[in-house]
């Protein structure tokens, strides 16, 4: 009797850590992130995945007792990604649009972000000379921004050529090439190039301000919940101040 209820002791401790060790492996998620978007995500010198966004979520992460490992994705494709289950949240200076709305759901918006045209500095060019005076136009493929250049050609006759990068900072060493006039970028990632590198940035050029948000799917309403907790928790915290801080962002 008493070796059988050892056994049976046994079987219950294993189904136990069983448990446990499905909860803790339903805690693991993948955010998938734009290689190359500083500040707010990047791959570093060590080919560590960095960022306002990575260190946001990592502090998120183990507030709300999860593991993320970030990983990095087209950005044209990273929705696509979410939505067939390769990453589970995208944290990474993503625009809320209605587009992305009809896909997936997203977090309580975190920073608001305009665009603005980044040109070569000591350039005299102009926001009309760049729309109206057949140049070519750098921008990051899948963007908001990419997607309003495109269509504010059409409707109001403007007549500069778009060229697509895989990413801002690919855009800016053209320019600097002479390969193009100018780019079109975010604010944040602008201000890091011109820390960087020689150019300035133009100002804005119609687009209305956007809200960054963490893309999530639309079914998974608990790690929504923990995120948009995590998020607000952290938006309170000093924590937030000292990354706003450290990326200069502001």
Do not use: C
């Not at 978007?37 to 502090?59: L, Q, S």
């Not at 993503?94 to 977090?107: C, E, G, N, W």
């Not at 009309?128 to 493929?141: A, F, S, Y």
């Not at 940035?201 to 209305?208: E, Q, S």
């Amino acid at each position: 009797m008493f070796k059988r209820n050892l056994v049976i002791l046994a079987g219950i401790m294993a189904l136990l850590l069983a448990g446990s060790s499905q909860a803790l492996a339903g805690k693991k998620i993948v955010n998938g992130i734009d290689a190359n978007f500083p500040p707010f995500a990047f791959i570093d010198k060590t080919g560590t995945p960095n960022g306002f966004d990575v260190e946001a979520m990592n502090w998120i992460a183990k507030e709300m007792g999860y593991e993320v490992t970030h990983q990095a994705f087209d950005w044209d494709g990273i929705v696509t990604s979410l939505l067939t289950k390769k990453i589970d949240m995208v944290a990474s200076g993503m625009s809320i649009t209605p587009d992305r709305l009809k896909k997936v759901a997203f977090t309580n918006p975190y920073w608001k972000i305009k665009q603005v045209m980044v040109v070569q500095k000591g350039s005299d060019l102009t926001l009309d000379n760049l729309l109206h005076g057949k140049k070519l136009i750098g921008v990051q493929q899948g963007t908001t921004e990419a997607k309003w250049l495109k269509e504010g050609a059409k409707k109001n006759g403007w007549n500069f050529e778009l060229r697509y990068y895989n990413s801002s900072p690919l855009a800016v060493e053209d320019i600097l090439n002479g390969r193009i006039a100018a780019a079109a970028m975010d604010d944040a990632p602008a201000k890091d190039a011109v820390g960087k590198k020689d150019v300035k940035v133009l100002g804005t050029f119609g687009m209305h301000s956007e809200d960054f948000g963490y893309a999530i799917r639309k079914e998974d309403k608990t790690l929504m919940a923990d995120i948009n907790e995590g998020l607000k928790r952290l938006m309170a915290s000093p924590h937030w101040k000292e990354l706003v801080k450290k990326y200069d962002i502001k």
